[in-house]
Each structure stands twice: as C-alpha cells, then as structure tokens.
C-alpha cells in the first residue's frame, strides 16, 4: 500500500532530520485529486511548521533531504505553501500491478491490528412491515461485513430480528379469528401483517378487542403452550421465507439471535443495575436517569426543555413489569461481550434509533462494559416525489417488493437483447443485474443522505450504476474471450503509455480505498472508486488498442486488463454484488 509505506517513510525523515513530533502527531498522506503534481500529496510538514513556528517550506526541504523513497518515487516536489507531492516511478507501480494479478486479494494487505467485530444488521420485525430502512441495514451492513472481513478482522453477524413483542398479542387474537391458511402458507410475511393491520384497525375501534389482544400477550409471556406454538410458528414461517430472500440477495449471518433469545436475562439484569446503583425504581418503573458525568450536550439522559435540562430516562421495566427494546438491547451486549468477545459492536440501524443506542451505550458503559460500540446511521429513502418511498397503494415499500421488483425488471432488460441466452442464463443475468443494481442504488450513496428511489436510474447502463460497472466486467473478460485459448500472461511489463500508466495507478489505489471503507463504515468510497476504475479502464481501451498489439506491449495491456477484471469483480464482491461473464 503506497500510502502507508509513504506515511512510515515520512516519519523516518522526520526523525532522521532530528524532528522530534508531537504526541499523537502521524505525517498525513493522500492520494492527490490532481495529478498533475504527483500522485500522492502530504501536508505534514505544513501542519507541523505551524505548531514549530518555523517556515514551512524550509521544513519540507529538511524532510526531503533525508527522505528515502528512491524505490518507490521518480520525483518529490515542494509546491505551493509547503506542500510534499510524490510520483510514483513506474518500476514501483509494474511491481504492485503484478502483485494485483498474482495475489488473491488483489493486493490488499491486511489490516495489522484484527479486532472481533459484531455487526448487528438488517434486524426485521416479525409479523410487523418490514420497512425501506431494513433494505438500508442489510445492504450496508452486508457490505461492512465483507470488507472487514476481506481486510483481516474477524467478523461476526447477527440478525437481532424483532420476534418478541407487542405485536404478539394480536397476531394471536387474529391468528385464532380470521388467519387465512392458504395465505400463511404461501405468504407468510404478508399475511402475518396483515392479520396484524386488520387486527390493530379492530382494536381501534372497538376497546375490547384490543383487551382480548392484551390478554393474548399475557398468556403468551407466561408461557401458555398454546399462544407459545402460535408464536414459534410466525418466528419459523418468516424466518423460512426471509432466509429466501437473503439468499436471493447472497447476504449471510452467522446468528439469527433474535430478541426473544434474551427473554431469561431481563429480569436479572435489570435487579443488577438496581443493585448496582445504575438504575433507579421511580413511579413504579425501572429507569436509568443521569449520573451527571457528562456535561448536559452530551447526556443522553437529558433532553432540553426551552431553557432548562430535563430528565430524559431510558425505562427498563414498565410499571407493568414488562420489559422493553433497551433492556433487551443491554442483555444483547452481555451476551456479544462475554460469549463472543467482542472488541466492537456495529449497529446498522436508521436515524431515528440514535438516542435509543446513546442511552444503550451509555447505560452498558456504566456497567462496566468498555467494548467499542458504534451506531452507523443512514437516512430515509425517498420515492421519486421526494416524499417517503411508498408502494403505489400508499404502503411503505419492504425488501421482498424491491428486489422482486428489480428482477423482473432486469429480466425484461435481458429479454430485449438478442444474444442467444438461454432462459436459465437470462434468469442468472436478472438475478444478479436486478439485486447488483438495488444494492448498488443504495451503496453508491453517502448513507447520511436521503435519497431518491429511481428504478430507471439505478438500471440505466450509464452513469454511476451496477449495470455499468458489470457491463465494464464484462467487457474486460471479453477481450480474453476473443483470444481463444489460455492466454500466458507474463512477468514481463512495460508501462509507456499515458492512459496505460493512469490505469495502472487507479488499480493500485484500490488497496488504500478497502481500508478506507472502514474509517466512518462508508461502502460509498469503494463504489465511487470502481466507478472511477471503470472509466478509467474505458479511457485506457480507447486509447491503447490491446488485441493489436504486440509483445511487452501487448502482455501489460492484457495484465492491466486482467487486473482491472479482478479489481472490480473483488470490489463488487465487498458491495455483496456478484459479477457475470456476459450480459
Ligand atoms: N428490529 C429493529 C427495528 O426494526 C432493529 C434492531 C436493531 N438492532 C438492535 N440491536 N437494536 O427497528
């Protein structure tokens, strides 16, 4: 990886030179926006020149003098105000090529420090709407996984599905009146929800359905044989059928710890937090209150009220005795930290969770707990008006729709094309040009942002898209297609040209953009940058005519192709998309 060996090198000269940095100081390096001046650019020396009072461009010469890059760059330049560029030479860049071809991670090292992570992601609820933001969390937190993974962390996923609840007991009173079996069976998640709805809508109306509902739940949580079988036959009917769709979409968790699972550890853990101090009984609940460690900004015990700071609990036990969706969330992280060893937790889970996961985080800190714990958030999707993403009846849109949706779209997309597939290679093709481009949609986005939901956009063979990036696969694997035959390709490699040079330079950037990714958990980095590959690749075809030419020449414009083909296969693979040969 250029950048760091650059980074490690900087800091040699800093201490060679007799510069001593100060604490916590790390010489920064970036791949530099404009090449022009080099292809990496570091504003150390500015930055510590300030802190030194000394003139920065001395302190760049001082730096230079003793740097030593000779293997790696052809040129160091000081520009501007003080600025360090380095360009690569081309034996450096020859070499890392080759690595990218041979290496079965495409020439990403991996990270020097593992960590176990827990990543807690895509999460539905059980006989409840599954909503736009689950297809958030499971394609972003998919994505994380593979990357942390493909990087050297160990990584451990689990989908805390929501199947415990309130919504128990009128699934049960409506599973005992009005299930339609035949639905159930064919449809399980529809129509749990909507026995659920038509329920709810009952109960609103009329008060004592709504306590034949409550009574439901009662016996349920006190362990009645028959509303228990009804309950664990949602749980396994939906389970069943989400697992389907998972796999459409090539996602995997290796647990399927769901909220129920933490049952037995609620009552204990909250009598422990009493015990301890950390939770209080107030007004007949339980409930952890501000210790005051924090000043008001930051404490999520706190809520401000015009001019004054008010208590803001977060409640663990109802009045009622029963529990809620923090006290199972603290129960999860025991469970993550003692059995799984967990030196971090990820939850990817939308924005208006963040002071349920503040209040979590911080209760879990004063427990004792110091595993690292991150709430990744992402915003809404909207639909192509701008408003919340609703199904043309005015439900909100679920994965299963979407992803149907975008296959038998693309399919529609294969049917078009003359090319001779047969109707399993067209289904093979819409399966994976359909789920690539709902996936990419999102993972092309910075996840703070809404974004719109645009069914031509995200299909489109143009622009920042799946179907253009697999098409750019497409098109490298053909050229090996043409040649007929096993290709040699060969150590040996000269690169002359300009575009073959800006090719071989973006290839190597691929390694820095997989660490990145994990840096503020952004799986937009390493799209936009196969995005960027795949036009620089189509700017090096057009320029350097491959099948024509001869010799060296010929052997590292197929090595950069070969390359290129296994970088963006590689990083479609970290966006959870899997490539085809044709399309
Ligand atoms: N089931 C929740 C929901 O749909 C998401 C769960 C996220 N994970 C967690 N540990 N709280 O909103």
Partial sequence: MFRAVLTDRLQAAFTAAGISLPEGFTPNVVIAADTRFGNYQSNAAMILSKQLKLNPRALAQQIVDKLEVTDLCEKISIDGPGFLNFTLGTAALIQRLSLIVQDDHAGVPPVSKPKRIVIDFSAPNIAK?????????????????????????????????????TQFGMIIHGWKTQLDQAKLKQDPIHALVSVYKAV???AKADESVLTLCKNELVKLQQGDAENLAIWKECVRLTLEQLEKVYGTLDVKFDHYLGESFYNDALAPLVADMVDKGIATISEGATAIFSDGSVPPENDPFLIRDKDEWKAAPCIIRKTDGGFLYATTDLA??????????????????????????????????????????????????????????????????GLLEVIEEAIERARAAAEEKEQGFSDADKNEIARIVGGGSVKYAELSQNRLTDYKFSWDKMLSLQGNTAPYLLNAYVRTRSIFRKLEGAVELTPELAITEPAERALAMKLAQFAENAHDVLDDH?????????????????????????LRAEGIVRNTRLTLCEATSRVLKTGLGLLGIQTTERM
């Avoid at 963040?354 to 800190?365: D, I, K």
């Avoid at 199904?391 to 849109?397: I, N």
């Fill in 129 to 165: 709407p599954m909503h736009v933001g689950h297809i958030r969390s499971t394609f972003i937190g998919d994505a994380l996984a593979r990357v942390a993974r493909f990087i050297g962390h160990t990584v451990i996923t689990d989908n805390h599905v929501g199947d415990w609840g």
């Fill in 200 to 202: 709810n809508a009952e």
């Fill in 332 to 397: 999860t992280i025991d469970y993550r930290v003692k059995e799984w060893n967990a030196d971090e937790i990820w939850y990817v889970v939308g924005a208006p969770q963040q002071l349920h996961f503040r209040q979590v985080f911080a209760a879990a800190q004063r427990r004792g707990i110091n595993t690292k714990m991150v709430h990744i958030v992402f915003g809404s999707i909207l639909g192509p008006d701008g408003k919340m993403f609703k199904t043309r009846s005015g439900e909100t849109v």
């Fill in 522 to 546: 952004r799986p937009n980095l390493l799209a936009n940058y196969l995005y960027e590959l795949a036009n620089t690749y189509h700017g090096f075809y057009e320029a350097c005519n491959v």
